[in-house]
């Protein structure tokens, strides 16, 4: 008996820079991803939040569980720069996690630094077209 085609959540089992951005998507690992993207030690993950425009703790769950290998969480908000809710901004804290709002692009772009210099830095990229 065969299960069939089986459906699982997109994740790449490592760290990886990311190559390019836009058009919905990403691309890293000579791979491409449509849609946002959570960039953890653990691995690079499918990421989306319920409403991009109000980032919630809840969209954080999985970062939350590895704070203790994360220092620096950047988070790309689409096109333009948007403050993170006061409410996220105090559930990282708790959990001894700086994190960094700005544009999808410029957090590619740091992330890619940080990962160079092998920093534990966390990216939540919401992407763009």
């Known amino acids: 008996m065969t299960a069939g085609i089986v ?21 890293f690992a000579d791979m491409s991803h449509r849609g946002s993207l959570l960039c953890l030690p653990s691995g690079v993950y499918g990421w989306e939040p319920a409403d991009p425009a109000a980032l ?10 590895e704070a203790d290998s994360v220092e620096i969480l950047l988070v790309g908000t689409g ?18 996690i700086s994190a960094d709002p700005m544009s999808t692009g410029a957090a590619v772009r740091t992330y890619n630094v940080l990962l160079a210099e092998d920093r ?9 077209d």
């Open 7 to 27: 459906i699982r959540d997109a994740h790449f089992p490592g760290r990886a820079p990311i190559e390019a951005y836009g058009n919905g998507g990403f691309r």
């Open 56 to 65: 919630t703790p809840a969209d954080f769950t999985r970062l939350i569980a």
């Open 79 to 96: 096109r333009n720069l948007r403050p993170l809710p006061a409410a996220l901004r105090a559930a990282l804290k708790e959990v001894r």
């Open 120 to 128: 534990a830095v966390a990216a939540a990229l919401i992407a763009v």
